[in-house]
């Protein structure tokens, strides 16, 4: 790690930066800075995919992160993205993998297979 880069992180921690001078003398205000969190969940019926009555699979991501007061509303939107992909991702994994175990016990191709093959 370089000096610069040491100087940065130890400013850094007391709202100062090495980008903006600090005047002796003169009264600093330290960068505004926030934490944002967001979170996305989502509640799929395993009965409409082969599973049974009433049941259910919950499925949930959160992110957390710091930033500058001003990039607040940007940073939000980012993070929250990056949590309905994840979730959207885990819940699609979750019915292929639930078709996949309905079709061996019919003892048919999953869907996967069925690509592969070029029926699907």
Known sequence: MTRRELAKLSLGSLGLSLDRPLL?????????????????????????????????????ASRKMECEA?????????????????????????????????AVRAGEPSLSEQRRMGVA
């Open 24 to 60: 002796i003398g003169v009264p600093h205000e330290p960068a505004k800075r926030i934490e944002v969190c967001r979170s996305f969940a989502y509640k799929l019926n395993l009965q409409n995919h082969g599973g049974n009555p009433y049941e259910s699979a919950d499925f949930f």
């Open 70 to 102: 001003e990039a607040a509303e940007w940073v939000s939107d980012q993070i929250y993205e990056e949590c309905v992909a994840e979730v959207r991702a885990s819940v699609a994994a979750f019915i292929e993998e639930m078709r996949r175990k309905k």
